[in-house]
């Protein structure tokens, strides 16, 4: 069948959030955390959503933040954090965004650098119950609206 990149719920998407960014929590704390007006995207790989992340305006009208960027473990390695990262800023850029930014987690800030992110200070702070984290940023190309 192959991968779907798509918009999915926030609730078809708390289990797999849940299951790869906040183990310690329940899915009623997981649905606590979302924001309305959260855009949710994900990978189906035969049916089943194996990778996920989420976009928002937050920052002023072309701040947008990225969140929630989790695989599978059994989906590692395969690109679909990359094609879920692409998309979520493809989709922010055309809401008006000129930047976006997220709170990466340690172990991630190579992945992000390799996705033409920046580290914007060295300072490390401590998402509860998500361990250290270090804010990173990426400019977006602004459209020329000639199309």
């Not at 955390?33 to 790989?45: A, D, K, L």
Request: hydrophobic share 40%.
């Amino acid at each position: 069948m192959g991968d779907v990149v798509c918009a999915v719920s926030a609730e078809r998407s708390r289990a797999l959030r849940r299951a790869v960014l906040r183990p310690s929590e329940t899915l009623a704390e997981v649905a606590g955390r979302e924001v309305p007006g959260t855009h949710y995207i994900g990978v189906e790989r035969d049916g089943e959503l194996v990778a996920i992340g989420w976009t928002r305006e937050e920052g002023g009208a072309e701040l947008w933040r990225v969140g929630a960027m989790g695989t599978a473990p059994e989906h590692r390695g395969q690109g679909l954090a990359a094609t879920v990262l692409a998309a979520l800023t493809e989709y922010a850029s055309e809401h008006g965004a000129r930047r976006v930014w997220c709170n990466a987690r340690l172990p991630a800030i190579g992945f992000y650098e390799g996705q033409g992110w920046s580290i914007e200070s060295d300072e490390v702070f401590d998402v509860p119950g998500a361990g250290p984290h270090k804010r990173m940023s990426r400019e977006l190309a602004v459209a020329s609206g000639d199309g």
